[in-house]
C-alpha cells in the first residue's frame, strides 16, 4: 500500500518536472506552444553490471530535469522491477523499487560521462554498491521525445483552475533493420499513422486532452471553482525489456478530471524481432490454455502478496476467487507477466497488480519457440 501511494506521488512529480509554467490569466488559453524534440539530455540507456554479485539490467529513462523513470530486471531471475523517481536535493538520481512489499528498496547513484550509473542499494536489510555500464548488445536504442503543456480553463479569470499535461515515447533509431524499426514504430503509433513524425505522436494525447478540458468548461460553475477542476494527465512509454528476439514496451497513463484520485493503469506490448510482429497471448500459449493459467496466476498472486494457501483470493484482496488471464502480458526470457490495472480484479487501494509466472510453471501450455 505505501508504494501504492508513492507511485500517485511520483507520477504528479515525474509530470511537473516536465510542465510549463502557469499561464497569466490575461493570456489566451491555447495548446501546443513548443515544437517537442528528442534532445540530449533526455535519454534512454540499458545499463548491465551486478547488484548484491548478481548480474542485472536496467532501463533508464530521463524525461526533464530529475525526471527519472525505467525497469530493472535480475537477469538469472527475469521479473522485472519498476522505478520509481524520488526527488533528491543532493542531485543525485534516486529511483525507488515499486513492488508490492513495503519495503524501501531505493536506488541512490549518479551517471558519469563515460556512460557509468554508479552508487548504492539500499534496503531494509542492508545495502550495496553498484556500477551499470551502457551496453546496448543485441538491444534496440531509442531516442527520447517529450511534450507538455498547461491550459486555463477560464483564461479571463485570474482564479482559473489549470489543465496540465504532458507525454512522453521511446522513439527506436538503431539497433535491429529498417523494417523491424518500422515495427517497432507502429506498435508505439498504434492508429495514430505518425511512422515518421514523433513529434507530432507525442503531441496528440496533450492536445487531445487539453482540448477535452477547454470543452468541460460549461459544466464548471465559476462560483465554486475548486481543486477539483485541476485536471492533469500523463502518458509515457518506457522500455521493459531489450534483449533480441524480444522488446517489450509499457505505455503508462495517468489522469485526474475530478473526483477522489485519478485513474491510472499500464498496458504492455512484447513484440517478437525475429518474425517482425507484436505477441498476441495466443501466439504464446497452446489451445486450452487459460485453466493451466489460472492456477499458475493465483501461486504467483499468493506469493507476491504472502497469502496462505488455505485463504481465499477474495477474502481480503481481489473481486473473485479465481484470475483469469487477460490480454495484458509480456514474456521475458525466464516468464510470463500478467497485468492488472486498479478495478480490474480488486479495488483501487490494492493498486496495479502484476505477476510473473516461470516458465518452469507452465512449460507444458507454452509454445516451445518461447521456452529457453
Known sequence: MIKYLWLLVSIA??????????????????????????????FYKQLKGTLAEQPVTMHLIRTGELAYQGWYVYDKIGDPIQLL????????????????????????????????????????KGEYN??????????????IFTFSDTVTLFYNNPK?????????????????????????????????????????????????????????????????????????????????????????????????????HGNWGSGFHVIDLSKKKELKVTDVFKPGYKTRLSIALAKAFRKKYNLPAAEPLDKRFLFSKTIAPNDNFFLTSKGVVFNYTPYEIASYAVGQITLFIPFEDVKTIVNEAYLP
Open 160 to 260: 482559473s483552475p489549470m489543465g496540465i499535461a504532458s507525454a512522453s515515447i521511446v522513439w527506436p533509431v538503431n539497433g535491429a533493420d529498417e523494417a523491424t524499426l518500422n515495427v517497432i514504430k507502429q506498435v508505439i503509433a498504434a492508429s495514430s499513422g505518425n511512422l515518421n513524425n514523433p513529434e507530432m505522436l507525442v503531441k496528440a494525447p496533450v492536445d487531445t486532452f487539453l482540448r477535452f478540458y477547454k470543452s468541460s468548461r460549461d459544466d464548471a460553475d465559476t462560483n465554486a471553482l475548486g481543486a477539483s477542476w485541476d485536471w492533469s494527465t500523463q502518458t509515457d512509454t518506457r522500455v521493459v525489456w531489450n534483449q533480441y528476439p524480444l522488446l517489450v514496451l509499457e505505455n503508462a497513463e495517468y489522469a485526474y478530471t475530478g473526483g477522489a
Open 85 to 124: 523517481n524520488e526527488p533528491d536535493s543532493a542531485g543525485k538520481i534516486t529511483l525507488l523499487e515499486y513492488s508490492s512489499q513495503d519495503e524501501a528498496n531505493t536506488f541512490y547513484g549518479q551517471l558519469s560521462p563515460d556512460g557509468h550509473f554508479t552508487g548504492t542499494w539500499k534496503s531494509a
Open 130 to 143: 553498484f556500477d551499470l555500464k551502457e551496453d546496448y548488445t543485441q538491444a534496440v536504442q531509442f531516442n
Open 13 to 42: 512529480l515525474l509530470g511537473a518536472c516536465r510542465q510549463p509554467e502557469k499561464k497569466p490569466a490575461a493570456q489566451k488559453d491555447s495548446t501546443a506552444t513548443v515544437t517537442p524534440t528528442a534532445t540530449a539530455t533526455n
